[in-house]
């Protein structure tokens, strides 16, 4: 009978770490983006240096390293959000950059935040999630955690960007899709000294009415400068299931 009990016990442990239980996190009422749960998923062996999968992956890396402005408008997928953090990581981690910024526009995909509890931060929390995700891949939950304590990491909405200028820093906008041509212009021009900038998204996706989107005017406005790194991604680029890039042209 002991060693039946032991055996249970040993089951409900496991059950506790399975990652269920960390996606129920989010109905708590104090659920915290980078709680110990998560912590416990994301504190785990990583690869330092990512490789490109893709020569438009491998393009934008090259990019990102050559300019301090960089436009990667891409399909879902594509990996565009995760190579810029990463290339982020890295720039703080060399002691390029004192400070990395991540934003994006407090645009809800077909529902309402307001219906949401919690205070603004816990609203935003679970959609910043995906830049969560990514941070804690490259530097793990805790560090992620200190680091944005120390005021290290900044994860904010566009809104918040007003009057700022960002210097030793680097910033990434992503989801630009979903702002409008002024919210873009006023991105853009917080960009300061030793700084550096990627903007990303996909005009295909956005989440506002038709002909609000800025991002493509922008981008065509800003192509003929040189010293600014344009990069498009396509279907061959998507690094999910080969089903995506199947779906997405037929849904286009």
Not at 7 to 28: D, E, I, L, M, Y
Not at 124 to 150: I, N, S, T
Not at 164 to 180: K, S
Request: charged share 25%.
């Amino acid at each position: 009978m002991a060693k039946k009990s032991r055996k249970k016990s040993a089951k409900a442990s496991a059950n506790n770490q399975h990652p269920t239980n960390v996606v129920r996190a989010f109905g708590s009422a104090d659920w915290h983006p980078l709680d110990e749960a998560i912590d416990r998923q994301r504190d785990k062996s990583f690869v330092r240096r990512i490789k490109p999968r893709s020569e438009g992956q491998k393009e934008l890396m090259e990019a990102i390293k050559d300019h301090n402005l960089t436009l990667a408008v891409a399909p879902a997928g594509t990996g565009k959000t995760y190579l810029a953090i990463a290339a982020a990581v890295e720039a703080l981690e060399a002691g390029e950059v004192e400070r990395i910024i991540l934003s994006r526009p407090a645009m809800e995909a077909g529902e309402s935040l307001g219906y949401l509890p919690g205070d603004m931060q816990e609203k935003m929390a679970p959609y910043l999630r995906p830049l969560f995700d990514a941070l804690g891949d490259r530097l793990g939950g805790k560090r992620v955690r200190q680091l944005m304590e120390e005021g290290t990491i900044e994860i904010a909405p566009v809104g918040f960007m007003r009057g700022r200028t960002l210097n030793n820093a680097f910033i990434v906008i992503d989801e630009a899709q979903n702002c409008t041509y002024v919210q873009l212009k006023m991105l853009l021009s917080r960009l300061g000294w030793n700084a550096t900038m990627v903007v990303t998204g996909d005009p295909r996706q956005s989440d506002l009415l038709d002909g609000m989107s800025g991002l493509t005017e922008i981008e065509e406005k800003l192509s003929p400068l040189e010293n600014i790194g344009h990069v498009r991604l396509a279907a061959e680029d998507i690094v999910r299931h080969p089903l995506v890039a199947e779906m997405l042209n037929v849904l286009e």
